[in-house]
């Protein structure tokens, strides 16, 4: 019985942690993008007064999926948090966990997706359906670094990959096959939707998509699903290739790191097309992936 | 020189008659003309038949007042019974056939065969 | 004994026919009752593999025996044809009320369950062939009783198919009974091990003919868009769940039974695999790409679907191919988790087709107001589709992954990470297009489906849910019918597979997700009430649109997708049949004009030339 | 045991009457054409039991064997007789709904053909079967002539290639008596006279000739199309049911007892085979349904004579199967087009559509009989293709086994286009009035049900009838032996 609170206090504390980082980077991430466009941007602190205004104010909804959605969104990726080990915290370390991750991030998005479209605004659909054709462009990438990871390590769950690149940091996956690490970070900048893979919310063009008809509490509970799904996307790229860490501290710095890069990396680019994106998904990043493949199975 | 000339100017005969008929059959247009062939190699088998039957210097296989018994040198009787009925035949064939060509001109008005091309393929 | 699996039911097709004629329920109300029959007397065999029956018949000099026997893997196919004919039995019972041929295929459709189980329980080439022709002709009637053209030129395409590929077999059958003596396949077996490996492959790739085109496997799948798209609305779920299957056990057979792997044992093997075997994995791949492809370009939501069947099966295919034991274990998983979830699908789509009359996805919308629980089923069964981890869809998938990875094919797990991460791309579209978005005037009125077509779409759903929770269930039975083809188990508790390098424990990720998904709740129900907004007040950004048509983004869901593809999908397989039908037709004509011109002068011509050229010929020999 | 020459005798006799039963009343000829054909079969089944352990020998007029004509009825010749009198009486019972123009003149030549048919499967002598071959045809040139308009074109061509034929077949029987001297079929068989290879090889070809036309082999059929198209349905039904079925039987017989040497039965496999994939292409793309179905039997017969023309025992009986199970069901077929036809009003098969609906018994037997021609387990037409395929197997002929196939697919094509129209497409026409043909639909598909589901009725006759066919030794033996 005692287990169980602690394992709930444990599961509390996680996602209060996790939204409290997400929604931190978001705010560094406006302070960079503002730096390197010679303006001040908002403060750091700003995601959290807006998460909190949010909820404070009241919102229309269009039935019942609208609501669905939003809670299958945010339960969906506070459900995926639990199997990436965050620095020493890690709750559920089984097998198979790192094919799980994929599949249970495809929950939120397609929970979050129903949801938008059920509001009946053609901009939403429109979204939802560059989301999902962009998806496929940069999964098919990730999916034969994981696959290559798995048959090199034999084992496929994150903590047993983490486990595999202990000692010194030379052995982490980055310096090992350093080809894959950057195919992966460009896979990372996609599946975020940062800056030249943000098509499927793209302001100007339909009205910043999928979000267009949440306000209040639905808008709120988008931001924190986003930034739940930045600190898992984060982690996971930090524990498959720079090789976790011991305890949470280094852990968070190592994704920092790699946080301001993305942006830095994401804000000098314009926007890709979604035929033209799937296309360089396909063709650079999924072809040094296949060598990659090649090369770790022969 | 003779008898060779004897022997074969009947099947010769027969042979060319048969020839011509089905090259009239072939390429005559008018029906009247192809039946008209069609009986004469008719005629040109029988006259082959009977051919077949002969036998030298011998009378023919009817016994009436003058042979009566069975013991004298006859023309071998069976192709000559054969000859009688596709003779019968060779004869409702082309009543039949020029029944078919006065309905066919009535229709078609014309005797010529190669005009006459109702049923295609 | 076994017979009577096999004649009940062809028998009360008749009867169902008749008493059709006169009350329209009869007909569906005797399927259901066959099929619950076969259902309970089949469960009731579980267990008893022994049982066999044989008859033979010496005729005209032959001594043919008609072999039938039960075995796991027969028993297996048979009860799934009971269970998934009694739901749709269940759900035609009202659906059929306006529709013209429900005699017909309630005549049909009983043959084709009685042939089907003949088929499973067959144990020799010529029972086999003869309940397969009879499900061939009985399918042919029942598919060109669908949409006015196009179904029949459907049907007509599907039979001459399956019909060659038919004879084919059929030769093959015989050629082997003349070398055999008897049509068995355990004697066959033995014969094609010791005769010369070239011959026998040979053989048996012809035998796999039928199957290969039923299961609708890459070069021959070209009937099964138009088949499933334009059969009655009842039909496609079996077409699609049960009928595809049938190929994959004939495959299965030839693989297993006629010891196909054995005889390829010693040809040239790619990465421990013999060469013939990656080629059929390659086939399945192959379905898997052309199949998503072509799904994500349809607008017709019943050819969608019968294109994801086809890459579904690429799946099954991939995992036999590959004979490894968590291979077939994961086929066979995705095998039965595919008729599952992909009959719901349809099940669900012949709701609402029963409701609005169309099938073409941009003439719908918005439905999920009118029709919310078709809408739960198509959505759990869209879920298990995916392959999204609470449902079954998500473990076959899981187990078929393994093996790949465990023999390291990266080119197959390329194909296959692309099918199912496609899968999201074509099973969305339908959900977003015909169940949510705008909801059309003319179906303000429409109500949710009677009580009697519910009750599928329920247990379905229940079904998809137990099994992705509990997969152990399954694993018994196929651990069962790896012993009896001689492939390891795998093993497994009531909820946990292992897998290459660990387990797999469904349960517990059943219990996280619920965890996440409270927490979001009570997040958002503390949150201030939201006021309830129609549908067409939306922020249209400055635009003033009142008519819901042009409100609802449906037609081209994925047009800058599809534009990738454009070329490759223009030279479809279909042409290339197309254009070998017109030459046929094209030889037939040239000869027709030639010699048959009507020419009486031409046919006497042509009996002396007879004459002249044997009697030359007759000369020269 | 009723003497057999009554099945040729009875029919003569009533036909040439017939113009007297007009006379006492309408319906008589009708009726007195059924009751001969009834008799005819009651004949031949009251001698069943007889003929199956020995074959029955009659010399006409009282001379021993080698001088008169005798009839030989075996096994074969049983099988063959009841064949043609079986569809002679479903036709008759067809006919009853039927009213022609002339119908005592019909009936007269109707009665005729069945006799000729009969009298060509039964007689043992040569010059017999020549005179026999003739009153057929010529039965047959007047009774296509009785549908009007094109039907006297029809039967004109047929008139003249028939002419043709029987010149050749006179000039082959001219020169085998000229070598042997005798005319029976078994004196010939024994006599050593055609050795000479030349005229050996020169009688064969004229009796290929002669006969093929009767058996509608590919140069010589090309007035099969049209006589079938034009020609009212029951006369085609008879000619593809049991006139051709005679044609093949005497191939058979010439071939077998005097040509038996297997260089001969080549000529026979090959031009068979052609016919077969020559009448399937054709057909498949006829618009006109009867003119469809003539290309189809057509192509049958090819197929018939090319599996008989194997020449091993399996082989023969596969054939004489498939001919009795094409019979059945090619007349069934022309009886459903026939009422069909005269639903729609035209022969075009587009406007068939759909009259499943309306016309059920004529559409319902079309299709039975479609799916037994297509080999569908259960019906009769699976099981002879079955043993076809075995049989040219067996012969290890692969190409003719692909040929055949290949002849199925294409048949399926072009049959399951017309079941289609029939049934899922909606009426296009109003439909006439048509006569019932409830019964012989009924009769014939419970034949077809029966030997498809229980083919031992008929494996013995057909045993039987292909062992005498095969061996020689014994015809001669029963013939000659017993003088």
């Known amino acids: 019985m005692i287990d169980i609170i602690y394992r709930i206090g444990h599961f509390v504390l996680i996602t209060v942690f996790s939204m409290a980082l997400g929604l931190l980077f978001m705010g560094i991430a406006r302070k960079i993008v503002a730096r390197i466009q010679k303006r001040y941007g908002p403060p750091v602190y700003q995601p959290y007064l807006d998460v909190l205004k949010l909820f404070g104010k009241d919102a229309i909804t269009h039935g019942f999926i609208f609501d669905f959605g939003a809670i299958m969104a945010l339960g969906g990726v506070i459900a995926t948090l639990f199997f990436i080990p965050l620095g020493s915290w890690q709750l559920y370390s089984m097998e198979g966990t790192v094919i799980l991750v994929i599949y249970l991030l ?59 690149q202990a000692g010194s940091f030379l052995n982490w996956n980055l310096f090992a096959y350093p080809l894959m690490a950057a195919v992966a970070f460009v896979v990372l900048i996609g599946m975020m939707g940062k800056k030249p893979f943000d098509s499927m919310i793209a302001p100007s063009e339909i009205g910043s998509g999928p979000v267009v008809e949440s306000g209040g509490k639905y808008l709120g509970m988008l931001l924190l699903q986003k930034s739940i799904t930045i600190i898992i996307e984060l982690a996971l790229y930090v524990n498959l290739f720079l090789g976790g860490a011991e305890n949470i501290l280094i852990f968070t710095f190592k994704m920092l790191i790699v946080w301001v890069l993305a942006t830095m990396f994401g804000s000098l680019f314009p926007r890709f097309r979604i035929e033209d994106g799937i296309k360089f998904f396909w063709k650079w990043p999924l072809g040094i992936a296949i060598l990659q493949a090649i090369y770790i199975i022969t | ?106 229709k078609f008005s014309t005797l010529d065969i190669s005009k006459i091309r109702g049923l295609k393929w | 004994m076994l017979t009577n699996y096999i004649f009940i039911p062809i028998a009360a097709a008749f009867i169902a026919y008749i008493l059709n004629k006169r009350n329209r329920k009869a007909g569906a109300v005797i399927t259901a009752l066959v099929s619950a029959y076969l259902l309970l007397s089949l469960t009731a065999l579980y267990g008893r593999w022994d049982i066999t029956q044989s008859f033979n018949l010496s005729l005209m000099g032959y001594k043919i025996d008609f072999l039938l026997a039960v075995n796991p893997l027969s028993w297996l196919f048979a009860v799934m044809t009971a269970a998934i004919s009694i739901l749709i039995a269940l759900f035609s019972i009202n659906s059929q009320e306006n529709f013209k041929f429900s005699s017909v295929f309630n005549l049909n459709f009983l043959i084709i369950i009685g042939s089907m189980i003949g088929i499973v329980f067959a144990r020799d080439f010529l029972t086999l062939f003869i309940f397969w022709e009879l499900m061939t002709w009985t399918s042919f009637y029942l598919i060109s009783a669908g949409k006015k053209k196009m179904a029949g030129r459907a049907a007509y395409r599907y039979i001459i198919l399956s019909a060659g590929a038919a004879y084919a077999f059929l030769m093959a059958a015989i050629f082997i009974f003349q070398q055999t003596g008897s049509f068995a396949f355990d004697s066959a077996a033995e014969f094609l091990v010791a005769n010369s490996p070239a011959q026998s492959i040979m053989l048996l790739l012809v035998i796999s003919l039928p199957f290969i085109v039923k299961a609708g496997i890459f070069p021959l799948h070209i009937w099964v868009k138009d088949a499933h798209g334009n059969a009655p609305k009842e039909f496609s779920p079996f077409l699609s769940g049960m009928m595809l299957k049938i190929g994959i056990y004939g495959m299965i057979v030839v693989f297993y039974q006629l010891s196909f792997f054995k005889i390829i044992e010693n040809t040239i093997a790619y990465r421990g695999l013999p060469l013939l075997s990656y080629l059929f994995a390659l086939l399945g791949a192959v379905t898997i790409i052309t199949g998503t492809i072509l799904a994500i370009r349809q607008e017709d939501m019943k050819k969608l679907v019968a294109y994801s069947s086809i890459s579904q099966m690429g799946y099954i295919i991939i995992g036999i191919a590959i004979a490894t034991p968590l291979g077939f274990s994961g086929s066979m998983l995705h095998l039965m988790n595919h008729l599952i979830f992909k009959s719901t699908i349809f099940l669900a ?43 079954n869809g998500f473990i076959s998938k899981w187990v078929i992954y393994q093996a790949l990875i465990e023999k390291g094919y990266l080119f197959l797990a390329i194909a296959a990470f692309f099918g199912s991460i496609a899968s999201f791309m074509y099973v969305f579209k339908p959900l977003s297009t015909v169940f949510l978005g705008q909801l059309k005037p003319q179906h303000q009125n429409i109500k949710e489906v009677p009580l009697l077509m519910k009750i599928p779409m329920l247990i379905l759903i229940l079904v998809i849910v137990l099994f992705g929770v509990f997969p152990g269930i399954q ?23 292992q897998g290459a390098n660990g387990a797999w424990n469904s349960l517990l990720i ?111 020999i | 045991m009723v003497n057999l020459t009554l099945i040729i005798a009875i029919p003569l006799l009533m036909s040439f009457t017939m113009p007297i039963f007009k006379m006492l009343n309408q319906k008589l000829p009708k009726v007195i054409a059924l009751l001969t054909t009834a008799f005819n079969l009651l004949v031949l089944t009251a001698n069943f039991s007889q003929i199956m352990d020995s074959a029955i020998i009659i010399e006409l007029g009282g001379w021993q064997a080698p001088l008169a004509i005798n009839l030989y009825v075996g096994p074969l010749a049983l099988l063959a007789a009841f064949l043609i009198n079986g569809s002679a009486f479903i036709l008759s019972i067809y006919n009853l709904t039927q009213d022609y123009k002339f119908d005592d003149k019909f009936y007269l030549l109707f009665l005729m053909i069945t006799a000729g048919a009969s009298g060509m499967v039964m007689t043992g002598d040569l010059f017999n079967l020549f005179v026999f071959i003739e009153i057929t045809s010529i039965a047959a040139y007047s009774l296509t002539a009785f549908a009007g308009r094109d039907s006297y074109e029809a039967s004109f061509k047929y008139l003249v290639i028939g002419g043709i034929g029987s010149v050749f077949m006179l000039l082959g029987i001219g020169f085998t008596y000229s070598a042997v001297g005798s005319l029976n079929l078994a004196e010939i068989a024994a006599s050593a006279g055609l050795i000479n290879p030349l005229l050996l090889q020169i009688t064969a070809l004229l009796f290929l000739i002669g006969v093929g036309i009767e058996a509608e082999l590919f140069p010589l059929n090309f007035w099969v199309p049209d006589l079938y198209t034009e020609a009212p349905t029951a006369v085609s039904g008879i000619m593809s049911g049991a006139v051709s079925a005679a044609g093949i039987y005497a191939l058979a017989r010439i071939f077998f007892t005097l040509f038996p040497a ?40 090819g197929l018939i004579v090319a599996v008989i023309s194997l020449g091993t025992e399996g082989a023969v009986r596969a054939g004489l199967f498939q001919l009795v199970n094409h ?103 109003e439909v006439k009035k048509t006569a019932v043909i409830t019964i012989p639909v009924v009769l014939l598909t419970l034949m077809i049900f029966g030997l498809g589901i229980y083919p031992q009725l008929i494996a013995d006759p057909l045993e039987k009838a292909a062992a005498e066919l095969i061996n020689n030794g014994s015809y001669i033996m029963t013939v000659l032996g017993g003088m």
């Open chain 4, 327 to 429: 019979s059945i069901l090619k007349i069934l077929l022309f009886i459903s087009a026939g009422v069909l036809i005269s639903a729609a009003g035209s022969k075009n098969i587009d406007d068939l559509a759909g009259l499943g609906s309306k016309k059920k018994t004529a559409a319902f037997g079309f299709t039975i009989a479609a799916m037994g021609i297509l080999g569908v387990p259960f019906l009769n037409g699976f099981i002879s293709k079955f043993m076809i395929i075995s049989s040219s197997l067996n012969a290890d002929q692969f190409l003719l086994t692909v040929l055949i196939l290949l002849a199925a697919v294409i048949e399926i094509a072009y049959y399951l286009k017309v079941v289609q129209k029939l049934y899922f497409e909606d009426l296009k026409i």
């Open chain 3, 510 to 620: 059943f219990n996280i997700f619920s965890a996440g998904f409270i927490i979001a709740l009570l997040l958002f129900s503390f949150a201030k009430k939201s006021k309830l907004v129609g549908l067409l007040d939306t922020y249209s950004s400055g635009e003033y649109i009142t008519d819901a048509e042009s409100y609802h983004y449906a037609y081209q869901y994925y047009r800058p997708f599809d534009r990738l593809f454009d070329n490759l999908a223009a030279k479809s397989l279909t042409d290339f049949y197309e254009t070998l039908t017109k030459n046929l037709v094209r030889s037939g004509e040239g000869l027709r004009r030639a010699l048959a011109a009507g020419k009486l002068q031409n046919y006497a011509l042509y009996s002396v030339l007879l004459f002249v050229i044997l009697a030359a010929v007759g000369w020269i």
């Open chain 3, 475 to 497: 694993m018994n039975i196929i651990n069962q019918i790896s012993g009896y083809l001689g492939i390891e188990t795998v093993n497994y508790t009531l909820y946990s597979i």
């Open chain 1, 106 to 164: 495809a929950i939120a998005s397609l929970g979050m997706a129903m949801g938008t479209v059920g509001s009946g605004n053609p901009q939403a659909s429109v979204g939802i359906s560059r989301a999902l054709m962009q998806m496929l462009g940069y999964e098919l990438p990730y999916l034969v670094i994981l696959f290559a990871l798995i048959y090199r390590y034999q084992t496929s769950s994150v903590w047993g990959l983490m486990q595999a």
């Open chain 4, 262 to 301: 297997q260089s001969f039965l080549n000529y026979l496999l090959y031009l068979g085979a052609i016919t077969l994939i020559l009448g399937e292409l054709i057909a498949y793309q006829q618009k006109n349904i009867k003119r469809m179905l003539a290309y189809s039997s057509l192509a049958q017969m």
């Open chain 3, 349 to 391: 789509l012949a709701a609402v087709i029963y409701r609005t009359g169309t099938t073409k996805m941009y003439e719908m919308g918005g439905l999920i107001f009118r029709m919310p629980l078709t809408f739960a089923a198509y959505l759990t069964a869209i879920i298990a589709l995916a392959g999204i981890p609470p449902t």
């Open chain 2, 1 to 106: 020189m003779l008898n060779f000339l004897e022997e074969w100017s009947f099947f010769g005969g027969s042979i060319l008659l048969i020839l011509i008929g089905l090259y009239g059959v072939i390429t005559r247009k008018n029906m009247i003309k192809i039946l008209i062939s069609l009986a004469l190699m008719d005629t040109g088998v029988n006259l082959m038949l009977v051919a077949l039957g002969y036998v030298k210097a011998a009378n023919a296989p009817i016994l009436n007042s003058v042979v009566q018994t069975n013991t004298a040198a006859f023309v071998d009787p069976i192709p000559q019974a054969l000859v009688l009925t596709s003779i019968v035949i060779g004869t409702a064939v082309l009543g039949l056939g020029l029944a078919l060509v006065i309905k066919i001109y009535d």
